[in-house]
């Protein structure tokens, strides 16, 4: 999911009738035209429970500040298609938002919205607060930042798809990370509309994806100059700055990458040498911006050339009857103005001034008729012209590794003397065999707060390292570790599980192997205390996850950490320090975290309590698959004599025009009264039909009685039921539902 903070732009406004245009937009899109539909709506401590009061609450404490122009923040949380909130969940959401932004006694309205691809909730929060009357800023005026941290743990709280390149993710334990990983380089807003408008890469994607890692890995402008001439840009520098000419275009070297600016390279590579380009170079084709639409671009860019071919031959037509019809004016200027001066001067100019007028509107007439021609000849962007044949525009796929290799410089090997972290880190990868290794730093404040940080490869994905790349790492994690902060280790694997026990005693850990336990590794994390890893193979099943999760809960309170339960779990960095303050010697130092033991085993033990959890959690499955849903109550008339039944009352009180509105009405009314999804389809199939004329009942009854009983067991009609609540004993009565002998007329039957 998303979060975005709207900023107000029409600050000529008063904040009175912003904040209430932005009211009323959250609770009654369709009035201004949005084409959106209200979901769920609610609001929080307001003293009335009335839309118009609450606005008018909200309104009159905006008023008693000055310091801020618009004290109501506008936020919006949006899911990805395919996920849809309930309304418990949306509640939720806000009352946890506006708690964690520091505004819990503060007023919020808020409504889900939907269309036809995402659900988003609308939030107008008012920083004003209700006792003090002072404008509160959140987060000492970083507020999106503490939102983004919010989102993270609304995803790990909700179970919500993790956004792609977040700026904080939540970790196993519960931790909020910052994300840290290497900025790639991607077009400007200006270059990206380009290539949704033509649908080919953009010439500063084309530098960024060829002469990014040239330049970057130059070791001199001859070798960066010589690069670049071998893929066809050039580089040249133009006044205080540089350009990269990509074929006829020239950009900016900053657009491509900060660090590409004269002055960067001129620190890096010294004073500027020109290169030479005098010798033919490559030239520079239009490429499509993805591959997969190479046909469709062909298709555009021969209509598109078709379309400016007719659209020019309109122009010349145009620019040709323009000339004729000055050429006239002016034959008419020749002959009109000298036979009406014989009477005299005033009378001349008088005729000179309508004729002229005449001659505009006549000009002003032909210049119209031909840009309505030309509106019909407006060439299409090429994302507008995808979309409308059913394909969607996609970004350009990442460039792999292996296709910039020539580029990239071979990785450093490690230096031949080792420290003790290096050491230890090689031990330990050795027996804990893991495919992948996240690496997260803490550090602890003077006032105890924890900031966390996670080592990612690229791309903002917490994928972790592989040990070579880790090795590759390790310069960096040193210098956190000089800074002061604690360093954790996470062992991921696609086919194994990687247990982790942690805080044991060396009883426990003599006990844990008594038991018939063999870990891979053991970490002394501090003096006396133990963490253990234990290895063994995962089953391939969808029960992986929640086996290692309770085999990891049951060796914890048995062995180790009560309170530990997450299966990927991180834990203390063989030859980094324990920066408890607990640990703390009496000469400031800290205690190293260090490897007592460690050999590439699986622990056959823990394999076999995998078994059993697995065998529990099956029978779970099928207990679960084979208990039937029962709908209470239910009457005893069946479902099609029920959905006449409540025509017959319908048609009694409203004038029938729309019977799909009838049929989702009958539906949901059986819904509320117990009858099953399955009745209430075959109801409105069998019965639909009969209360219509007969030139109406062509159609694929079987689709629309789906389409109506997913509405009435839907969202739409859980929120139906709540609105019309109040009737659902009457809805009871009209089935007899309740009565001893209830008694229908054959009137209201037929």
């Known amino acids: 999911m998303i979060v975005k903070k709207i900023k107000q732009t029409n600050t000529d406004k008063p904040k009175e009738w912003q904040i209430s ?51 109501v923040n506008h936020w919006i949380f949006a899911w990805p298609e395919g996920e ?14 506006i708690k964690e932004m520091g505004l819990a006694d503060h007023q919020a309205i808020y409504a889900l919205h939907c269309d036809t691809k995402n659900y988003h909730v609308h939030i107008a929060v008012n920083r004003v607060h209700p006792l003090t009357n002072k404008v509160v800023r959140v987060n000492h005026g970083f507020d999106i930042r503490q939102a983004q941290k919010i989102r993270a743990l609304i995803e790990k709280k909700q179970g919500w798809s993790v956004l792609e390149n977040a700026p904080y993710v939540v970790t196993e334990e519960g931790e909020i990370a910052r994300r840290k990983a290497p900025p790639e380089p991607k077009p400007d807003q200006r270059a990206q509309d380009f290539e949704a408008s033509s649908g080919e890469k953009s010439a500063q994607r084309i530098a960024q994806e060829k002469g990014h890692d040239i330049i970057k890995n130059a070791k001199s402008w001859e070798e960066l100059h010589q690069g670049l001439k071998n893929i066809g840009l050039k580089f040249e520098k133009k006044g205080s700055g540089a350009i990269i000419w990509v074929g006829d275009i020239a950009i900016k070297a900053s657009s491509v990458d900060r660090s590409f600016s004269m002055g960067k390279l001129a620190k890096r590579l010294g004073e500027f040498a020109p290169g030479n380009y005098e010798s033919k170079i490559p030239k520079i084709e239009p490429a499509p911006l993805n591959p997969t639409y190479g046909k469709e671009l062909k298709i555009y860019l021969e209509a598109a050339a078709k379309l400016d071919l007719e659209k020019q031959e309109i122009l010349e037509k145009a620019e040709q009857e323009l000339s004729e019809l000055a050429a006239k004016h002016k034959q008419q200027m020749e002959e009109i103005i000298p036979q009406i001066a014989q009477y005299g001067k005033p009378v001349m100019n008088i005729g000179r001034h309508f004729l002229k007028e005449q001659q505009s509107k006549e000009k002003k007439s032909l210049k119209a008729r031909f840009k309505n021609k030309l509106k019909r000849f407006t060439k299409p962007r090429f994302r507008d012209w995808l979309h409308h044949r059913g394909k969607q525009l996609l970004p350009p796929p990442i460039v792999k590794i292996e296709e910039r290799i020539r580029h990239t410089p071979p990785p450093q090997p490690v230096p031949e003397r080792q420290t003790a972290q290096v050491a230890a880190f090689l031990e330990y990868a050795r027996a804990v065999n893991a495919e992948r290794y996240r690496v997260t730093s803490i550090k602890v404040e003077n006032d105890g707060s924890r900031k966390v940080l996670i080592l990612d490869k690229k791309n903002g994905q917490t994928q972790g390292f592989t040990p070579e790349e880790l090795l590759q790492r390790m310069p960096e994690i040193q210098k956190l570790r000089q800074r002061g902060e604690n360093i954790y280790y996470t062992p991921l694997s696609e086919n194994m599980h990687h247990i982790l026990i942690d805080d044991m005693t060396g009883e426990k850990l003599v006990q844990l192997q008594k038991d018939g336990f063999r870990p891979a590794a053991i970490i002394e994390s501090s003096p006396g205390n133990f963490q253990c890893i234990l290895t063994f193979a995962k089953f391939g099943n969808a029960f992986d996850r929640q086996i290692a999760n309770r085999l990891t809960v049951f060796l914890n309170r048995k062995y180790g950490d009560p309170k530990l339960s997450g299966a990927i779990h991180p834990h203390r960095a063989p030859g980094f320090e324990n920066r408890k303050e607990k640990n703390r010697r009496k000469d400031g130092t800290f205690p190293q975290s260090v490897l007592r033991y460690a050999v590439r085993q699986d622990c056959q033990k823990a394999l076999v309590e995998a078994r059993k959890v697995e065998l529990e959690l099956k029978k779970q499955a099928e207990a679960q698959a084979t208990k039937p849903v029962v709908y209470q109550p239910i009457s005893y008339m069946g479902a099609e004599r029920a959905y006449f039944v ?54 694929d009854w079987q689709r629309y009685a789906d389409r109506t009983m997913n509405y009435a067991f839907g969202y739409a009609g859980d929120r139906d039921l709540m609105r019309y609540e109040r009737y659902r004993e009457l809805w009871r009565r009209i089935e007899g539902i309740g009565l001893k002998r209830p008694q229908f007329s054959a009137s209201r039957l037929r």
Do not use: W
């Open 21 to 71: 245009d932005l009211v009323d937009y959250i609770r009654a899109p369709e009035k201004n035209g949005q084409g959106e539909r209200i979901e769920h709506q609610g609001s929080l401590n307001f003293l009335s429970e009335k839309p118009l009061t609450q606005k008018l609450e909200m309104l009159s404490l905006a008023r008693e500040t000055n310091r801020s122009k618009v004290p």
């Open 84 to 97: 849809q909130p309930t309304h418990e969940q949306v509640d939720e959401l806000v009352k946890f938002f």
């Open 646 to 699: 409540h025509y017959a009352d319908i048609r009694a009180h409203i004038t029938i025009e729309d019977f799909s509105r009838v049929d989702a009405m009958i539906a949901l009314r059986m819904r509320a009264n117990g009858h099953s999804p399955e009745d209430i389809t075959v109801a409105i199939r069998n019965c639909a039909p009969q209360i219509r004329a007969e030139n109406q009942r062509q159609r």
